[in-house]
T-cell receptor, first 112, second 113 residues
Framework: AQSVSQHNHHVILSEAASLELGCNYS??????LFWYVQYPGQHLQLLLK??????LVKGIKGFEAEFIKSKFSFNLRKPSVQWSDTAEYFC??????????FGTGTRLLVSP | DTEVTQTPKHLVMGMTNKKSLKCEQH?????MYWYKQKAKKPPELMFV???????INESVPSRFSPECPNSSLLNLHLHALQPEDSALYLC????????????FGSGTRLTVV
């Protein structure tokens, strides 16, 4: 079955630390991958997306992700986190038409 | 307009009540979705409408009844819900198959008492 997995359920960092959140997918064919962020009490916001082409994707708020097909991975990175990055981060994938599947999420806490 | 608007933002209903959740978008998206998100869990797909026709039903109980009156509106009719149905209900839209991404609304937080 198509699935997306996130192995880091909780991450705690200090401000200015670098961030990398893992995401793996289990699709065999063409895949579209997304990272969403959900700030406390707010709706899902799209950080970035990968469809094809350059495997290094840059998104909003200084985030980027790298699609590595050989590792079935799409990890999210940010060189220096801020307190305002405290949120829940969801990786999601879409292979089947219109069927977006989410990972279990990673709760990030950035301490000032 | 680049938003998906959901109303109401909060809803408390009894197990014998009938209520409806509403979702609206004016981006010209032809696919609309209902997701359910329990606390500390990822969103789970419930229904997909494509060009105003139901294309995906993820084996959702019949006490949830979706409706798509036109290409901009999506409703979710609720009847005889259970307390375990309490959750955040998210609406989303996309151009066709979602290859260009999905736009989510802020959700309706539903409490069944």
């Amino acid at each position: 079955a198509q699935s997306v997995s996130q192995h880091n359920h909780h991450v705690i960092l200090s401000e200015a630390a670098s961030l990398e959140l893992g995401c793996n997918y289990s699709y065999g064919g063409t895949v579209n991958l997304f990272w969403y962020v959900q700030y406390p009490g707010q709706h899902l916001q799209l950080l970035l997306k990968y469809f094809s082409g350059d495997p290094l994707v840059k998104g909003i708020k200084g985030f980027e992700a790298e699609f590595i097909k050989s590792k079935f991975s799409f990890n999210l990175r940010k060189p220096s986190v801020q307190w305002s990055d405290t949120a829940e981060y969801f990786c999601a994938g879409n292979t089947g038409f219109q069927k977006l599947v989410f990972g279990t999420g990673t709760r990030l806490l950035v301490s000032p | 307009d680049t938003e998906v608007t959901q109303t109401p933002k909060h809803l408390v209903m009894g197990m014998t009540n009938k209520k409806s959740l509403k979702c609206e978008q004016h981006m010209g998206h032809r696919a609309m979705y209902w997701y359910k998100q329990k606390a500390k869990k990822p969103p789970e797909l419930m229904f997909v409408y494509s060009y105003e026709k139901l294309s995906i039903n993820e084996s959702v109980p019949s006490r949830f009844s979706p409706e798509c009156p036109n290409s901009s509106l999506l409703n979710l009719h609720l009847h005889a819900l259970q307390p375990e149905d309490s959750a955040l209900y998210l609406c989303a839209s996309s151009q066709d198959g979602g290859d260009y991404g999905y736009t989510f609304g802020s959700g309706t937080r539903l409490t069944v008492v």
